[in-house]
């Protein structure tokens, strides 16, 4: 079992930054792989990035170049450094980790969730 807790969302305005935070516990951390997802109000939920246990990293073309997700294995958390932020950001961002190698895209390939935290920007 994996227990993953989100920090960090907010309101920030066109152009900002914010840093969520995944703190991870319940299992070896760098057993696991990460991934950010999120889903905007009446829209489906949409993969964000995604860290292997390499910390290898993936990313939507829709936030390649202003995001950046890492990983601190001491710390057992994960990032997700979220600059130049838009309008179209908003959204409900949620951390999952996943036992499996493959498909970091989907996620349905995710074994476990955070509860999610709200980022809103303003334009």
């Known amino acids: 079992q994996v227990r993953l807790v989100e920090s960090g969302g907010g309101l920030v305005q066109a152009g900002g930054s914010l840093r969520l935070s995944c703190a991870a516990s319940?299992?070896?951390?760098?057993?696991?792989?990460m991934g950010w997802f999120r889903q905007a109000p009446g829209k489906e939920r949409e993969f964000v990035s995604g860290?292997?246990?390499?910390?290898?990293?993936i990313y939507a073309d829709s936030v390649k170049g202003r995001f950046t997700i890492s990983r601190d294995y001491a710390k057992n958390t994960v990032y997700l450094q979220m600059n130049s932020l838009k309008p179209e950001d908003t959204a409900v961002y949620s951390c999952?980790?996943?036992?499996?190698?493959?498909?970091?895209?989907?996620?349905?390939?995710?074994?476990?969730w955070g509860q999610g935290t709200q980022v809103t920007v303003s334009s």
């Open positions: 999952a980790a996943k036992i499996g190698a493959t498909n970091y895209y989907s996620w349905a390939e995710y074994d476990y």
């Open positions: 860290i292997r246990r390499d910390a290898g990293t």
């Open positions: 319940g299992r070896t951390f760098s057993s696991i792989a």
